[in-house]
Structure formats: structure tokens, C-alpha cells
């Protein structure tokens, strides 16, 4: 049972829930109010989900051997522009100005994960330094959008993305739900799972086979550049407002983070969704927890370095063989020697 | 004939010669020694953290801790001099941290096999987290020597200066160049980037040179941060937000490749320059916000990856 890759992941996400249910027994109460369900539980669902979004996308682009360090400035790209073309119209509360601000929006982020994904397959650029270009000029591209302001929006209807409720929930579990399902669905239902691993793999090899690896590539780029955007929709309706300087700061690092917890390898080639969703939501309790608990906030951060070196750790074979005692000399497995040649 | 590994450097100093020739033209009061030294007084902190990162490149790693490495030497230092430490002993004591903390996350990526981008994740949460645990407010310094340090102005011809941290600076430059050339430390570093498994193979000491690779990074951010101390008479847990991608961004349009093997810290120095020219453009033109400088940075940035991809394209042809 310890073989198995969500073993260590659910270990430290039931800890973390046990740990809140003895300090503090409300965690688990749902309550219900005016139709809508509260409680803890719910928050972290609901405030983890741009970053389960991220997260997702970001899986499948690691699965593949590359990184988005993208997907922070994409989320306050989005975000921008959809509150900016909501805010410039007069009918703040229309039909027609709310459809075309998202769907907007959504084909820009689908558009700049397609040019992360030309820069990575067609030019050959390394993903860490092809992402890195729009992860700097993105926080550029977003101020500009918003011309260094925060841009506050009135819209009942474009909030209900981010706060409204649906079934008692709110609405942003439901597209969660919706995009780990297609996700899901398309990765391990249809053979594009496999093609992902393979191209993770060795591209050469795989395109030898026959698998078009460029446009798996470009599709996966693609696809986390729109599960970015999503989350910035989701974030920016939540406050009603575009803030192009922090909207989604530090969502790469977070999201990689998930990512990581959650088992799949950075060296791509294999990935585990679902790895991913509880990576992301470990990372959200963590953050609830603390804020629970009355630790200082700022100490956030070094409980987070604590716990990514942990589970870094942990997953480190070596790390594992010295503390059972027998440390062997270090070992370059078949993997890393493909990484040197590629 | 130039030789082709020195045509992404060439680029670079061209190019900085070319935006501040443009800026000469068109803004009057630019084409001054003095803006030229400003540049260095200005970004002698980015350059000495840069230095470090080159040489993390050039290994075929990464260093994200470096912004906060340097906030928190400023957070250490700030608090340490509160208390009535003198400076004499406050100093060696944040190197010793620097170089302990990189030394460290060498050591974590090293043996457990633990990517440089995720090890060095944690070291950055951890180095900022510290800085808060120290105070969430910014301590300012008054201290006589801290101050005289910011002030003091070592004039130049006419009526130019420079500032002491431009000199630490230029030291550490000229000491990279020649670790980078001249040492076996160097040739090590580049021999690990190129190909770890043959570095190991030929019976390089690779596990002592990553380390130790990481423990200049770390020994440059806190010196970096030492002079940002300098520069700002305060430490702040917010200090430095974000100056790691400075960091690499000037690294890669130094010509260094961020696979590693190849790259000069000469490029670094061009590279922290061409930055640091922008943005004295960008103040100059007035008018141009603050972001179009990040934009800037993002074009150079493809520019010159695109470039070295289309150098490189013919090496790689040939090897395969």
C-alpha cells in the first residue's frame, strides 16, 4: 500500500484534516444558511479552486517534460481583460457584454498558451525559458491593459462566476468538477493519456511511432493557458475587480507545487490527475489551517517550505535509502541519461 | 573571424551600445559619463546576484532563492544592528548565512536528486517566511558605518561619481571572470553543465562543485543584499519582490543558456546594463509607464533565445 503514488499525498491531507479536527471540531460543520451550504470545508473547495484549475493544466504540460511558469501572468491577464471590456460598456449587467467578455477572454488565454506552445514545439525552446518570456511580460502586458489601475466592475451576473451558488454550492466547484472530469476523461478514456506520457517520454521516439508529439505539445500548452484563464475569470469575479500587478501572483509556484505533491514527476512522462487535485487541496488546507490555528500569516511561507521539502523528500529514493541506513553510491537511472542526450 | 561561441555575447554588447547611443540621440542630458555610472550605482546589487547565478546556469541548475536570500540579509542585518551589533562582526555573519543556506540547498539537490527548481522553491518560501518571523514591519538603519557606507561618493574625473557598492560590484565581476576561466572551479562548473554524467565519469568532483556552486550563489545574494542595505538603509521581508526573474532574465540576454555549459559573466555584466538602460530610458521618456519595461525585457528575452537558438541549431545538427 506504501507503493502507491497517492499514499503519501493522502497521508498528509488526512493529517492535516485531523490535526483541524482535534484542535478545532467545527472544521467539519456544514451549516446551512439561506439556502446556501458554509463551512470550512466548503471555503477550501471554493477558494482552492483556481488553483485546482491551474494545477490541472499545469499536470498534463509537466506530464510532457516542460513547465508553464506562465500561468500566474496569464490568470492577471484574463482577468484584466475581461473586467476591462465588462467595465468600458454601459450595461455593466448585460447578457451579450458578459458572453463576449469571457469568451473573450478565454480565446486570449487559449491563444497565449498556443504561443507558449509554438515557442516550445515548433521553435524547440527549453518550456522553463519559453514560459519565462510571458511570465515577465505578461505583469507588463496586464498593467497595460488595465493602465496600472485596479479596475472595479458592478456586475451581478459576471460575480456569480466567482461567488454565486448553484445547487446549494458554489458555482466555481461545479466548473472544477467540469474541467477534471474533461480532463480526466480525455486523458485516460481515450489513448491521448498514453500519447502524453510518450511524448513526455522522448518526442523522437514518439513522433518515430507515429504520435504527432508537436501538436500534443501545442494542444497541452493550449489547454493550460485556457484553465489559467478560467481561474482568472473565477478570481477576478470573485472580487469584482482586475488587479493586473498581483492578480494570480505566485500561482506557477503554487501550482507546480500541487503538482509535485501529487506525484508526478517533474521529468514528465507520467502524470497523475488526481494526484493533483489532492496536492492542491493539501496546499489550501494548509493555508486555511494556519489561518485557523492564529499562527501568524507570514509564517505561511516557511510551513510551506517545510512541507514541499518534506514531500520532496520523501519521494526522493535516496532520501529513503539513507534513512534506512544504506546509503549506495549515487546511481544515474536510465531516465537521467535520457535527459542528458535530449 | 569571430568565433561562433561569442556571437550571443557580441549581440549583447552591441545592443547595449545601440539603446544608449538611441538615448543619446533623442533625450538631451543622456549621453553623460554620469548616466553611465548611475547605471552601476543603481543595479550593483543585481549584478553581484547575477554573478552568482551564472554560475548556477552555467551548472545546468536554477537559483529562485535569490530575491529572497537578499531580503532576509537585509531583514538579519537591519535587526542585528537594532540589537547593538557592530557592523564588523553583523557582516561576515549574513555571508556566512548566505553562503550556508545555498551551500545547503546544493548539498538537498545534489544527493537527493531533488530539482534545483523545486529545492531552491523552498529555499525562497523559507528565506521570505524568515524575514516575516524576524518582523512583518520594516526596521530602518541608523548606523554610522551603514550610513557613511550609503553616502560616501568616490569621485571620478570631473565632477562623476560612483558609489562603494559599484566597487564591490566590479570586484566580484572581475573575481567571476576569473573563477569562471581561470580556476578549476570553473572549468568544473562548466564541465558539470555541459554533461553531468560524463564530469562524474571523467572523475570530476561534481558532488563538491554543485555544492559549492550553490554556496557562491548563496554567498552573492547575501552579499547583494549587504550592499542593497547600502542602498536602501532599511530591511524589509518585501525588499527585492520578484528580483530573482531580473536576476535570470539578465543572465539569459547575457548569452548564457539556461541548459547549461555555456555562457561568460562578461555577458551577465551586459547584461544587468542593457536592463538597467531601459529603465533609465523609460524614466527619461517620462511619459512610458513603469510596465513597459517588463514588456521590454520579455521581447529581449525571446529576442535572444531566438538568436541562440538559431546559432546553436547548426552544433546540434551536427551531433546528432
Known amino acids: 500500500m506504501i507503493k502507491h503514488r497517492l499514499f503519501w499525498p493522502l497521508c498528509v491531507l488526512s493529517s492535516l484534516l485531523l490535526f483541524n479536527l482535534i484542535y478545532s471540531p467545527d472544521f467539519f460543520s456544514i451549516k446551512m444558511k439561506n439556502g446556501h451550504l458554509y463551512g470550512s470545508l466548503i471555503d477550501i473547495l471554493n477558494f482552492g479552486s483556481p488553483l485546482i484549475l491551474v494545477a490541472i493544466g499545469m499536470t498534463l504540460v509537466i506530464a510532457t517534460s516542460g513547465i508553464d511558469l506562465s500561468v500566474g501572468s496569464i490568470v492577471a491577464i484574463t482577468g484584466a481583460m475581461a473586467c476591462l471590456s465588462i467595465s468600458k460598456s454601459t450595461d455593466q449587467n448585460g447578457w451579450v457584454i458578459l458572453l463576449i467578455a469571457v469568451g473573450a477572454s478565454l480565446v486570449l488565454s487559449a491563444l497565449l498558451g498556443l504561443w507558449n506552445g509554438f515557442l516550445v514545439a515548433r521553435i524547440g525552446i527549453q518550456p522553463i525559458i519559453a514560459t519565462l518570456i510571458l511570465m515577465v511580460a505578461g505583469r507588463g502586458i496586464a498593467q497595460l491593459i488595465t493602465n496600472g489601475q485596479i479596475i472595479t466592475i458592478l456586475s451581478p451576473k459576471y460575480q456569480y462566476i466567482g461567488s454565486g451558488s448553484l445547487l446549494t454550492l458554489p458555482v466555481s466547484i461545479f466548473i472544477v468538477a467540469i474541467m477534471f472530469a474533461i480532463a480526466s476523461l480525455l486523458t485516460r478514456k481515450t489513448a491521448l493519456g498514453l500519447f502524453i506520457e510518450s511524448v513526455g517520454c522522448k518526442p523522437t521516439a514518439s513522433r518515430l511511432a507515429g504520435v504527432r508529439s508537436k501538436t500534443i505539445i501545442l494542444m497541452v500548452y493550449m489547454f493550460c493557458g485556457l484553465c489559467a484563464g478560467i481561474a482568472g475569470l473565477i478570481l477576478s469575479s470573485n472580487v469584482s475587480s482586475a488587479d493586473g500587478n498581483n492578480a494570480g501572483l505566485w500561482y506557477e509556484l503554487d501550482a507546480i507545487l500541487a503538482v509535485v505533491i501529487g506525484g508526478t514527476s517533474l521529468n514528465g512522462g507520467r502524470f497523475n490527475l488526481t494526484g493533483t487535485l489532492i496536492g492542491a487541496l493539501i496546499i489550501q488546507t494548509l493555508t486555511t489551517t494556519i489561518y485557523m490555528v492564529g499562527v501568524p500569516p507570514e509564517i505561511t511561507l516557511v510551513v510551506k517550505a517545510v512541507v514541499v521539502l518534506a514531500v520532496c523528500l520523501i519521494q526522493s529514493e535516496n532520501f529513503r535509502d539513507m534513512l534506512r541506513g544504506r546509503r549506495k553510491p549515487r546511481s544515474y537511472s536510465s531516465k537521467h541519461e535520457v535527459k542528458q542526450h535530449g | ?320
Not at chain 2, 550609503?150 to 570586484?171: E, M, R
Open chain 2, 1 to 320: 573571424m569571430v568565433k561562433r561561441q561569442y556571437i550571443p555575447l557580441l549581440v549583447t554588447v552591441g545592443l547595449f551600445i545601440l539603446i544608449f547611443i538611441t538615448g543619446s540621440f533623442r533625450y538631451t542630458g543622456f549621453f553623460s559619463l554620469q548616466v553611465l555610472l548611475n547605471l552601476l550605482i543603481d543595479n550593483s546589487f543585481l549584478l553581484i546576484a547575477a554573478v552568482g547565478m551564472t554560475f548556477v546556469i552555467v551548472s545546468g541548475g536554477i537559483d529562485l532563492s535569490v530575491g529572497s536570500m537578499i531580503a532576509l540579509t537585509t531583514m538579519v542585518s537591519a535587526s542585528l544592528l537594532h540589537q547593538g551589533w557592530p557592523p564588523i562582526i553583523v557582516i561576515p555573519v549574513v555571508l556566512m548565512i548566505g553562503i550556508l543556506f545555498g551551500s545547503v540547498m546544493g548539498a538537498i539537490i545534489h544527493y537527493f536528486e531533488i530539482q534545483p527548481f523545486i529545492a531552491t522553491l523552498a529555499g525562497m518560501f523559507l528565506a521570505r517566511g524568515l524575514c516575516y518571523i524576524i518582523s512583518i514591519n520594516t526596521i530602518t538603519i541608523d548606523n554610522a558605518f551603514y550610513t557613511s557606507m550609503a553616502q560616501t561618493k568616490i569621485k571620478l574625473t570631473g565632477n562623476n561619481f560612483i558609489s562603494i557598492s559599484v566597487i564591490i560590484a566590479l570586484f566580484i565581476v572581475v573575481m567571476g571572470v576569473y573563477l569562471a576561466h581561470y580556476t578549476k572551479f570553473g572549468r568544473n562548473t562548466y564541465a558539470i553543465g555541459g554533461n553531468e554524467q560524463s564530469s562524474l565519469l571523467m572523475g570530476l568532483p561534481v558532488a563538491r562543485t554543485k555544492i559549492m556552486v550553490f554556496g557562491f550563489s548563496g554567498f552573492c545574494s547575501s552579499l547583494a543584499g549587504i550592499v542593497f542595505t547600502f542602498y536602501m538603509l532599511s530591511g524589509y521581508g518585501l525588499h527585492a519582490n520578484g528580483m530573482e526573474l531580473d536576476v535570470i532574465a539578465a543572465v539569459v540576454i547575457g548569452g548564457t543558456l539556461l541548459t547549461g555549459g555555456v555562457g561568460y559573466v562578461v555577458g551577465t555584466f551586459f547584461g544587468v546594463m542593457i536592463q538597467g538602460v531601459i529603465q533609465t530610458i523609460i524614466s527619461f521618456e517620462g511619459t512610458l509607464s513603469s510596465w513597459w519595461t517588463r514588456i521590454v525585457i520579455g521581447v529581449l528575452l525571446l529576442l535572444f533565445i531566438l538568436l541562440q537558438r538559431l546559432l546553436s541549431e547548426h552544433r546540434f545538427t551536427k551531433r546528432r
